[in-house]
């Protein structure tokens, strides 16, 4: 009766593990405890035998429900991997593409971490499949980082190049129209290279800039100039004009020798 006491008992233990390693520690002593009264001898058998099953069927509900469970998390992991190999498969072809992606993939692990594991049988392999695909992805995010750095390299060499060639048209060209069409080529040009490493962007582009700034404020001084000499010309020009209008001679030698002076003060005149 003692025994059939603590297995009913049994059946509010928390623990299933603990209630079924007692059980078993209760069936052994029933079998160490002699023969009982023989009219008291089945009910009493069937009495500890009620709560040994109703122990039992609880234990069986509990890992029915855990397995359950396990099928559930198996479910949610692979479709995880289905994500994640989804997301591999995209094509990238920007940094902020990759960046996106990393975010998406981190997120991804957040999920997996949340669940719980996988039956036995299924859960290295899932996570294996997981795994993956990850390791998959950050190698081709790892290479195409790797190629873009060399691009930038190759970038900044070119850019390197065009600021020497802008810097020449600055400091000894003085054909502005032809070095006016030379300096817009490579403008052109630096428009059409690549990015550079981020911390070098800002330096090569103030270099560039700094040499074409330098030749338009030449190419502007020099015309400012040039149009000032013109109006001087142009007063001086029209004061040979108002000379001829005004020349009087008395003999056709002096006349010529006259016209050919005004001819050679013309001349010497600029536009």
Known sequence: ??????????????????????????????????????????????????????????????????????????????????????LLAEGRTTTKEWNEGTNQVEELMKLWKSIGRAPRTENDTVWERFRGSLNAFFEAKKEYFRKRRDEEANNYNLKVDLCAQAENIAQQRTDFKAATADLLKLQQQWKEVGPVPYRLSDKIWKRFRAACDEFFKKKAEFYDSMRSSESANLAAKEALVQEVKDLVVESRDALLAAVKDLQRRWTEIGH
């Open 1 to 86: 009766l003692q025994l059939c006491e603590k297995a009913e008992s049994l059946m509010l233990e928390e623990s299933i593990s603990k209630a079924s390693k007692e059980l078993h520690e209760l069936h052994d002593r029933w079998k160490e405890i002699g023969p009982v009264v023989a009219e008291k001898k089945d009910e009493i058998w069937e009495r500890f035998k009620a709560a040994s099953d109703a122990i039992a069927q609880k234990r069986k509900d509990y890992y029915d429900r855990m397995q359950a469970e396990l099928e559930k998390n198996l479910l949610a992991k692979q479709a995880l991997c289905e994500k994640a190999e989804a």
